[in-house]
Each structure stands twice: as C-alpha cells, then as structure tokens.
T-cell receptor, first 112, second 115 residues
Framework: DQQVKQNSPSLSVQEGRISILNCDYT??????FLWYKKYPAEGPTFLIS?????DKNEDGRFTVFLNKSAKHLSLHIVPSQPGDSAVYFC???????????FGKGTLLTVNP | DAGVIQSPRHEVTEMGQEVTLRCKPI?????LFWYRQTMMRGLELLIY????????DSGMPEDRFSAKMPNASFSTLKIQPSEPRDSAVYFC?????????????FGEGSWLTVV
C-alpha cells in the first residue's frame, strides 16, 4: 500500500516554462511534506518543505502548494532551467515522527 | 562542511558473499537512517538510529540484514549472505531530530550489485 504516490514517472518541459510536479497521499495523519531532488549518481538533496498548517511555501523559483482536503501537493518551478533536470521525490511525515515516506519519484527533463 | 560519507560507492559481489556498507553521518547529527532504492519500491527506510540506538528496524527485509552504530560517527549495514535481489542503491542519511521539520541529509549512496 503506497501512502505517497507520484503518478507521473516523467515530465518534459521547455526552458523558461513552468514545471508542475504532483504528489498525492493517502494517510490523513501526515502533516509535514518535503520535496527532494536527485541527480544521477548522487543522493537526494532537500529542496523545499511545507507544514500542514500552511497551503503554500515559496523559495525563489520553487513553490509548494498543499491541498489538505484533496490530500494533494504540487511543486511548481518557474522558470524552469536545464539544471533543474533531475528526479524529484515527494515525501511525507507525521508530526515529529522521524519516518519519511517517499513517493517513487518523477523524472523532470527541461529542454533548452 | 562534510556531508554524509558512504563507502564503498560501488560494490559488485557474488551471491552468498558478505557485504558491509559503511556510513559516517554529519557531525552533530543525532539520528541516522539507512534507505534502499530500487526501481520497484522506490526509497524505503530500512532502519533508524537515534543517539546510536536502533529505534525502528521494521523495514529491514529479513535476518540476512543487520545494522550497527557503535558510536555517533559510524554505522554499518551488513548483508550476509547476499542475494541477487539485494542489488540496489543503499543510502545513508542523517538528521538532527528536534529541529523544526524533518529534513534529513543523504549520502551519495552505495551501489550494490550481487551476481
């Protein structure tokens, strides 16, 4: 039973356009959500997070939106750059619980 | 600042052999995690240590897997005997639990191939 789902294995966008990566979760007890980015042959690196008390968090070109009623979050990258090409993992946790549950990732390709 | 350091980066071994993966967490972090990444299952948490004590090993696949953390700066994940289905990327990660959020920092991974 996959509690965090990223239904799009891949996404391709043009440089300068918006990239939207989606994530759904089933466990209503999750209250903290994170996005990680992973380049080939490297470990995942933390990108941005959001607490369930918020519905939006912005950091430069990256914005995460949370829709608790729909159990859905999304990561927006504007404008997209070729260097953003990577696998993006959505993760969720419950309270101060250490345990992060990850989705399977979405491969983003930004074409010049 | 040094990040999480893992060794070896790549390991190819024969079925039945013992494999030991090593990890040095970020200095000052009090929690250490071992994750496994496969195409089928994505990133799975195998085991979690807090202050060198194993807290949750429910993700360890079976008795062939064991993990230790003898001190705050070193951990091992051992597979004995190894099987081809153990082929995966094994990530070690560390965190300072108690800080806002649950951000954990990953090493670059150990790529294991069992033939």
């Amino acid at each position: 039973d996959q509690q965090v789902k990223q239904n799009s294995p891949s996404l391709s966008v043009q440089e300068g356009r918006i990239s939207i990566l989606n994530c759904d979760y089933t466990n209503s007890m999750f209250d903290y959500f994170l996005w990680y980015k992973k380049y080939p042959a490297e470990g995942p690196t933390f990108l941005i997070s959001i607490s369930s008390i918020k519905d939006k968090n912005e950091d430069g070109r990256f914005t995460v939106f949370l829709n608790k009623s729909a159990k859905h979050l999304s990561l927006h990258i504007v404008p997209s750059q070729p260097g953003d090409s990577a696998v993006y993992f959505c993760a969720a946790s419950r309270g101060s619980n250490y345990k992060l549950t990850f989705g399977k990732g979405t491969l983003l390709t930004v074409n010049p | 600042d040094a990040g999480v350091i893992q060794s070896p980066r790549h390991e190819v071994t024969e079925m039945g052999q013992e494999v030991t993966l090593r990890c040095k967490p970020i200095s000052g972090h009090n929690s250490l995690f071992w994750y496994r990444q496969t195409m089928m299952r994505g990133l799975e948490l195998l085991i979690y240590f807090n202050n060198n004590v194993p807290i949750d090993d429910s993700g360890m696949p079976e008795d062939r897997f064991s993990a230790k953390m003898p001190n705050a700066s070193f951990s091992t994940l051992k597979i004995q005997p190894s099987e081809p289905r153990d082929s995966a990327v094994y990530f070690c990660a560390s965190s300072l639990i108690g800080q806002p959020g649950n951000t954990i920092y990953f090493g670059e991974g150990s790529w294991l191939t069992v033939v």
